[in-house]
């Protein structure tokens, strides 16, 4: 890409949703986050972007299974399921078994700015499926989240990712240096 401020841009929201962030576990900084999401949808959705925004859900009977309140977007994002492209996933990867490939190409988007949870995991693997698909990923650093584990705590895997991830395949950004 020799011009990358030629890409179209699009907004992916990951994970937002009521069961992995109203969860036993909290996530670090997720009223931080969920503003800077918002004002991410809100800055997307001014400049005429294409916003997605993927649900984890798990098999039949799990909390998340598809359908379930658990599944279901935070009622605090901006996400307009009328306007804006809502699909389910089951995988790390926003890609995996999605039309998520299909409908960035049809909507000529090159570059795709990712953020929501859990950052290890989702937002990591995006990133990278991304970059192998020929998209430019762009992690917005303080608006991606996890939890704590027993090993690391949120803010140090956070801490991690962020520079593992910056780097010649991804361009990390924050919230407030970014405009659609």
Known sequence: M??????RRALLVIGMQLGLFNGPEKPYEGDRVLANINQLIGRARGAGAPIFAARHT?????????????????PDIGVDAEMDTVFDKTRPDCFFGTGLREWLADTAVGELVIVGMKTQYCIDTTCRAAADLGFQPIPIA??????????LPAQAIIEHHNPTLNGPFV???NTSDFQF
């Open 171 to 173: 361009r990390l950004l």
């Open 58 to 74: 798990g098999p039949h009977c799990s909390p998340i299974e598809p359908g379930s309140p658990l599944s279901q977007l935070l």
């Open 142 to 151: 303080d608006a991606h989240t996890c939890m704590d584990t027993p090993v």
């Open 2 to 7: 020799c011009n990358p401020s030629a890409e």
